[in-house]
């Protein structure tokens, strides 16, 4: 796929199949989301892989009840380290480049 392609084809998914997610889809997509660019290459990021109902149900809730969380078979939670990038950046780390950050990995 070259890359305008995937630019403009982007969607944002709301219906998702029944069907279980290969762990080793999983583990490619997290380590690719560990290539992107980082500020001083701190990565604040962090990964929480969400496959109970019930934590999904509570994060669709905590989402503004976008119930279309609940329905994924699997949800990648993507965390932002404040601390960690504040480290290295102090308050700028904390409120701006961790954000941004985790938003490249996203």
């Known amino acids: 796929m070259e890359l305008q392609e995937a630019i403009k084809g982007r969607r944002s998914i709301r219906t998702f199949k029944k069907q279980n997610v290969p762990e080793?889809?999983?583990?490619?997509?997290?380590?690719?989301?560990?290539?992107?660019?980082?500020?001083?290459n701190i990565q604040p990021w962090q990964f929480v892989i969400v496959k109970n109902p019930t934590v999904k149900k509570k994060l669709a809730e905590s989402a503004l009840n976008?119930?279309?969380?609940n329905d994924?078979?699997?949800v990648i939670v993507v965390c932002a380290d404040e601390k960690r990038s504040s480290m290295g950046y102090g308050t700028r780390?904390?409120?701006l480049y961790?954000?941004?950050?985790t938003a490249a990995a996203t």
């Open 66 to 69: 976008q119930n279309h969380v």
């Open 93 to 95: 780390g904390r409120t």
């Open 98 to 101: 961790c954000l941004q950050d």
């Open 24 to 40: 080793e889809t999983i583990t490619q997509l997290i380590e690719a989301a560990s290539y992107a660019p980082s500020a001083g």
């Open 72 to 74: 994924a078979p699997v």
